[in-house]
Every structure is written in C-alpha cells, then in structure tokens.
Nanobody
C-alpha cells in the first residue's frame, strides 16, 4: 500500500520558517515527479512547487519564489519543502503528491497529473 505522510506543519508568526517533509512508503518514487500543493478554506487547491524525478528541474508558484525551496532525498524516499519568510497568505493545508509515471525531467503543475496524495499538514501563519 502506497502512503505519503506529511509532517512539519504548525502555527508560526509572519517571517518565521517551517520545513515540511513527505515520507513515502510502499514504493519508491526516485524517478517520479513529486509536488507540494496547498488549499486554503474556500479556495481551490493550488500548486506550490514541484520537482522532477531527477531533482534537476523544479517549479515554483510565483508567490513563493525566493522564499520556498523544494528538495528530495531519494535514498530516504522523502520530499521536503523549506519555507522561509512565511506570510499570513501562506496559511493553508499543504499536501504532497507523487506522479505514478516515470518523469525524470517533468514537473507537472496540475493536481490531475499526480496519482498519490498525502493527507496534508496544516500551516498557519499569524500576522
């Protein structure tokens, strides 16, 4: 059974940092694209960042460029999102996702491109 389990969320103040982790089990995703999505109450799920299976290609949503960094440790089958200079508008439930297809260079940006999802971890940023 494939599982993605996020951790690292919490309540922080504006300007603080958090590091989210997504541990995968049940299969390896070392050659698969993975991504972070977020959804705030009353809003649609949106992509935050994605990374190719090789780790050489990344994508960031405009509002997080320069503040967030996505990375992966294929030996640990784990995806990370380092979030710095957090803003109240970053408040959302953050979920990781994995593409079931081999994708060494692709960075899918739509939720429908991903086959596996975690349950999410809440990030709340107070002003």
């Amino acid at each position: 059974q494939v599982q993605l389990v996020e951790s690292g969320g919490g309540l922080v103040q504006a300007g603080d940092s958090l590091r989210l982790s997504c541990a995968a089990s049940g299969r390896t995703f070392s050659n698969n694209a993975m991504g972070w999505f977020r959804q705030a109450p009353g809003k649609e799920r949106e992509i935050v960042s994605a990374i190719s299976g090789s780790g050489r290609v990344t994508y960031y949503e405009d509002s997080v460029k320069g503040r967030f960094t996505i990375s992966r440790d294929n030996a640990k089958n784990t995806l990370y999102l380092q979030m710095n200079s957090l803003k109240p508008e970053d408040t959302a439930s953050y979920s990781c996702a994995a593409d079931g297809r081999l994708s060494p260079m692709a960075v899918p940006r739509t939720p429908s491109a991903y086959d596996y999802w975690g349950q999410g971890t809440q990030v709340t940023v107070s002003s």
